[in-house]
């Protein structure tokens, strides 16, 4: 029977830089599904003023924002909307956004990925 797993303080750890992005850019995959068909991967996404991040979606992805401001623009429909604590997002698969944050932006993920496929 399978049991529930424990991941505790994410909030307080730091994250690695996502490498391949010129933004000052953070990604950390905290806990992952045992589902192999439809997998489901949640952690934490950080951004820091500088270069905008832009991010095509290979999966379906829920995004809340827990701290700090992101200015979140979608390139298929042409709408920015300014993020702060407590709003919630929906990135369809194939959805084209881009993050930019005038000091620091924070966001709690879950998608239906694997984990490090983001």
Same mark, same amino acid.
């Given at each position: 029977?399978p049991?529930?797993?424990?991941?505790?303080?994410i909030?307080?750890?730091?994250?690695?830089?996502? @490498?391949?992005?010129?933004?000052?850019?953070?990604?950390?995959?905290?806990? =992952?599904?045992?589902?192999?068909?439809?997998?489901?991967?949640?952690?934490?996404?950080?951004?820091?003023?500088?270069?905008?991040?832009?991010? %095509?979606?290979?999966?379906?992805?829920?995004?809340?924002?827990?701290? !700090?401001?992101?200015?979140?623009?979608? +390139?298929?429909?042409?709408?920015?909307? %300014?993020? %702060?604590? !407590? @709003?919630?997002?929906?990135?369809?698969?194939g959805? =084209?956004i =881009?993050? %930019? =944050?005038?000091?620091? +932006?924070? !966001?709690?993920?879950?998608?239906?990925?694997?984990? !490090?496929?983001?």
């Amino acid at each position: 029977m399978p049991s529930m797993k424990h991941h505790g303080k994410i909030l307080d750890r730091s994250l690695p830089a996502m @490498d391949e992005e010129s933004a000052a850019a953070f990604l950390d995959d905290f806990a =992952t599904s045992d589902d192999a068909r439809a997998p489901i991967t949640a952690g934490l996404f950080r951004l820091e003023a500088g270069e905008a991040m832009t991010y %095509t979606y290979t999966y379906h992805e829920i995004k809340l924002i827990v701290d !700090g401001q992101f200015e979140v623009h979608d +390139g298929d429909s042409g709408e920015t909307v %300014t993020a %702060t604590k !407590g @709003d919630l997002f929906y990135f369809p698969e194939g959805s =084209t956004i =881009t993050f %930019t =944050t005038p000091d620091f +932006g924070l !966001g709690y993920f879950c998608g239906q990925r694997a984990p !490090g496929e983001a």
